[in-house]
T-cell receptor
Framework: DAGVIQSPRHEVTEMGQEVTLRCKPI?????LFWYRQTMMRGLELLIY????????DSGMPEDRFSAKMPNASFSTLKIQPSEPRDSAVYFC????????????FGPGTRLTVT | SQQGEEDPQALSIQEGENATMNCSYK?????LQWYRQNSGRGLVHLIL?????REKHSGRLRVTLDTSKKSSSLLITASRAADTASYFC???????????FGTGTKLQVIP
């Protein structure tokens, strides 16, 4: 398996623009997680899905952030409008329910908002 | 939700030495995981230890769990330059495999 795939790997955008990050989980995994990592705040869980249904979005910082999972093999995290403080590395991870928590991480998307 | 507190925050050792990092937590857990993150990469799962286990090995890794002290340690023996990375403990904090990651220990192994 190719592992968790994220795109783009790097994104540079101007403040106010819409940003869409994409994730393809490992085939067969039924839980998907979006994280944000910064030096100041460490690794934060933004939202997670189980069987394509959002279970907990309490980590989503503001209404500017939204996430969808239209099917088992694709998820998006959208920021609209983007702000400089959104600059971070965003990770997607997936896991198989029943495997007791082990998560498989993608390579991340490094977002820079200027 | 609880977060593991790791110490030290940073550790620098010579290749061949052992590295030990610790994770403390506040409320009871049924398992604890350790992950590694190389610079610029995603996290990689290393090992999971359950609350009924005191010690677990995987290659050069040894993990202990002391539920009475609410702490875990990760020992890397005979370290290599390739072990240079950040190491995180992860605690279960909800259903559906939700975990909260600790603050991390940044390990540098000097060749």
């Amino acid at each position: 398996d190719a592992g968790v795939i994220q795109s783009p790997r790097h994104e540079v955008t101007e403040m106010g623009q819409e940003v869409t990050l994409r994730c393809k989980p490992i085939s067969g995994h039924n839980s998907l997680f979006w994280y944000r990592q910064t030096m100041m705040r460490g690794l934060e869980l933004l939202i997670y899905f189980n069987n394509n249904v959002p279970i907990d979005d309490s980590g989503m910082p503001e209404d500017r952030f939204s996430a969808k999972m239209p099917n088992a093999s694709f998820s998006t995290l959208k920021i609209q409008p983007s702000e400089p403080r959104d600059s971070a590395v965003y990770f997607c991870a997936s896991s198989l329910q029943g495997s007791v928590n082990e998560q498989y991480f993608g390579p991340g998307t490094r977002l820079t908002v200027t | 939700s609880q977060q593991g507190e790791e110490d030290p925050q940073a550790l620098s050792i010579q290749e061949g030495e052992n590295a030990t990092m610790n994770c403390s937590y506040k409320t009871s857990i049924n398992n604890l995981q350790w992950y590694r993150q190389n610079s610029g990469r995603g996290l990689v799962h290393l090992i999971l230890i359950r609350s009924n286990e005191r010690e677990k090995h995987s290659g050069r890794l040894r993990v202990t769990l002391d539920t009475s002290k609410k702490s875990s340690s990760l020992l890397i023996t005979a370290s290599r330059a390739a072990d240079t990375a950040s190491y995180f403990c992860a605690l279960p904090t909800g259903g559906y495999q939700k975990v909260t990651f600790g603050t991390g220990t940044k390990l540098q192994v000097i060749p």
